[in-house]
């Protein structure tokens, strides 16, 4: 994906109202098998690349436009080992998203983090041989489902997330309870 600076802020033509990052890759293994390539690709896809994009879109956007990224319970709980690459990079979205809350927030823009758990996709169905073991970790015994994540995200970018910036919202089933 390549993104220019537009030098015209705001233009109608490129109008941007609310942005949802939610590219993720699950890298999944032993701390002394992880390489370099893999750490550079994985903070690249949730790192660097939301960066880019909430740089990108924010000179697109109006005031009071929303930016919502998708992170991980895992950024807060790791239950099982193997994990840390991938909740490191998700971790970075915490920082990230505060921080443009504060960068944006004068424009009226909020910046959110939504963090599911397990959620029912093609990357980890809920019924797939892991699926009886996550729900284990949850306080509701259930795996999420897509549109449980999408109402969500729809909330924090309507007129309901008006006052909503900065946050890091779980709909993880209670894993992080």
């Known amino acids: ?3 220019a600076r537009s030098s015209t802020a705001r233009s109608p033509s490129s109008r941007v109202d609310v942005l949802v ?3 993720g890759i699950a890298p ?3 701390l002394a098998d992880v390489t370099l390539d893999e750490v550079d690709r994985t903070l690249a896809i949730h790192a660097r690349a939301s960066f880019l994009l909430a740089q990108a879109a ?3 956007m109006p005031d009071g436009g929303r930016i919502v990224f998708i992170g991980s319970s895992l950024a807060e709980r790791v239950p099982y080992p193997g994990w840390s ?3 490191m990079s998700k971790s ?3 920082g990230l998203t505060k921080g443009l809350a504060r960068d944006l927030g004068p424009r009226g823009i909020t ?3 939504v963090a599911p758990g397990s959620t029912d996709t093609e990357m980890n169905p809920a019924d797939g041989p892991d699926a009886e073991g996550e729900r284990a970790f949850t306080a509701l015994g259930a ?3 897509p549109e449980d994540i999408a109402a969500t995200v729809a909330h924090l970018a309507g007129e309901g997330g008006r006052m909503i910036t900065g946050a890091t919202i779980a709909v993880d089933a209670g894993v992080t309870a």
């Open 1 to 3: 994906m390549t993104c």
């Open 21 to 23: 990052g939610n590219a």
């Open 28 to 30: 999944f293994g032993p």
């Open 58 to 60: 924010a000179p697109h």
């Open 85 to 87: 690459l991938y909740a």
């Open 92 to 94: 970075a979205l915490v």
């Open 111 to 113: 910046v959110n983090l």
């Open 143 to 145: 795996y999420c489902s």
